[in-house]
């Protein structure tokens, strides 16, 4: 199927005329709960096969850092493409397949991540039969575009597709990269797996953070934008013993400029993870 880039744009300009709401206490802390998140379709020229997409920060059709969510009925698939910059994704439900148009499909859940370079064609699925597929999707810069297979070119960046099985988790107190001042050992602790860039000297790095069923403290950020997507779990925020807790389920984010705490307690049975987007390092710090 060939379909033009100027429509594309056009119409992924137009379908994102409107952006989910924050809630901003001030200009260095915000906070979208996924229910206030606001889905319009990714390529109206599409309807309904049309991915659905909410934007959690930023804003996809400038140059700016952005992070969404998309949703993905079941059996969706696109048609070959590229995209004019690299993108980064955290499945948050369902199951999804990114890779060249020829693959075999290699079906990766919750948990599992997976990169696109900039100028390479690929195809993007959501399996049949396990409901609507959600991701989260993070670019550093932008727009973010649509354009066919016949753009194609080499960025001298290479995939990756890595399942939640195969992630490689640490303990907080033993990652040089975070800060983990009174997390507890064992069963019991924070850990950390390694995504993406290099924190040292302050530079922009992705990592998955893993809190304990239970957990009460807090995650603090530095002078630049540290920001956390829920993908697995649910729990309460709070900055502030003057303000209200809020409840953050799959798909909410937090996000600050500044190195302030966001008090963090896990209210699910289970394991809970955040996508961390930062610039240098952060710091768990475990009550």
Known sequence: MRFSSLAIASSLALSLSTFAAASQDNQSHEVVQSSAVEFQPLNPARGDASPQVGVLWGDIREDVPTGTLLRFQPG???????HNITYRAVVISGAVHNDDPAAEPMWIGPGSFWTQPAGEVHITAARDGVGVSTAFLEILEGPYLVQPKERTFANGELPINV????????????????????????????????????????????????????????ITGGDTWMRAVVIKGSATHQVGADRKAKALDTGSYFGSKSPIKHEVSCTSTGEYIFYMSAEGKYQVSQS
């Open 163 to 218: 399942d939640s099985g195969n992630i490689v988790w640490i303990e907080a107190n033993d990652v040089t990269w975070v800060d983990a001042p009174g997390a507890s050992s064992g069963d019991g602790a924070p850990q950390m797996a390694f995504l993406w860039g290099n924190p040292s000297d302050g530079q922009k790095n992705g990592t998955l953070l893993k809190l304990p069923a239970g957990f009460e403290g807090s």
């Open 76 to 82: 969706f698939s696109s048609p070959p493409h590229i």
